[in-house]
């Protein structure tokens, strides 16, 4: 979501005569685009802040926009803590980014009628399709960052899919919960289906669904269109029902893992997140994430550990021992590897739809890492029959 936003941000930048650069000491200007969905993250992107100041003092007219879901929280603390940030622009005032700048003495617009040519690698083409998230998740701070879910309309959305595929063979759609896609009765199914008619289009993805959307219609849109990629990352967060309850996750462990038995007939592979250390968290409960993620057979899963974040309703619930974390993290992290594994070497055997991301090397429709010896362009998609795996890549 950052990664898109910050793209846009940069389509504005780029009318004040910016260009992009990875190499710092070459830049007019340091864009910083925060999350700060755990305290890590967020502190993170404050001591890199506080490292600019350095850079900033070397070299007259240098630049620095501190933006996203951290500013959004921080606010006016921003610029108090840190003068070195020029301008502080949260993540609700994002489609004002052009006004703030124009309104800022620190910019001038430029006469540009073409945009700086982009040096990224061309296979995914990010597209937001919705902003912001209505779910209330006791532990999560994006709804008071991003504010109320609203759905970008429809002819946007696809306009941007089709610029898109000029470029990249693979779209992938975003939004909080984009599942929960809903333009006045236009439904994100109905939106896979139309992106799926863009001939350039050749792989559909879309990140990251929330379990309690997904309805019979998307299995139906799933079957009756091939480039829709078989692999969801569906973040389960625990394998605990009275944990899920407790976090206003809205299914219980049972209607996740039924979820997951209908993609698995479709031949879908699902990666997830999980919330380690939950306030309310037991060992037994533990247990059952650590049962159940044996039972979905994840392909990946990224684990975190719990991390309060001030004005959510689980911030509240005092913590448990950090010691008691950590080690129910580690055990953790050692099934989804082994789960991990195994679904890559499930794939022996199979002939796998891939698409090139470098000349040796690129993903399955199911998102599982590949490589040949054998050179292929880069953005073409190939059937190719797996032959091996050491269950971290496909051979
Ligand atoms: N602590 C730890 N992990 C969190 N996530 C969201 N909020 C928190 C929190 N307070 C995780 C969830 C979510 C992912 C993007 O970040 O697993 O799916
Ligand atoms: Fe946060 Fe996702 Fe829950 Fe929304 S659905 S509150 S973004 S964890």
Known sequence: MNEADSEEMLLHLFGFGYQKTEVL??????LINTCTIRDHAEHRALSYLGRLAKWKAEKQGRKIIFAGCAAERLGKKVQKRFPQADIVCGAKSLDKFPEILERSSLFKPVNTTENPKENTKKITGQVSIMR??????????????????SSIPPEIVLENCRNKAQNYPEIMLLGQTVNAYNYKGFTFSKLLAEVCKIPEVKRVRFLSPHPVFIKEDFYKVVQDNPKIARHLHLPLQSGSTKVLKDMKRLYTAEE?????????RLDFLISTDIIVGYPTETEEDFKRTLNLVKKCGFSFAYCFKFSPRAGTPAAEIPEISQEIVENRLNILLNEIRECSAVAYKSRIGKTEEILFETKNSGRTSGNLWYRTTTPKAIGSIEQILIKDSNGKILR
């Open 25 to 30: 000491s070459e830049a007019d200007l340091v």
């Open 132 to 149: 912001g998230c209505s779910c209330k998740c006791a532990y999560c701070i994006v709804p008071y960052v991003r504010g109320e879910a």
């Open 256 to 264: 996740y893992l039924q979820i997951i038995k209908n993609l698995k």
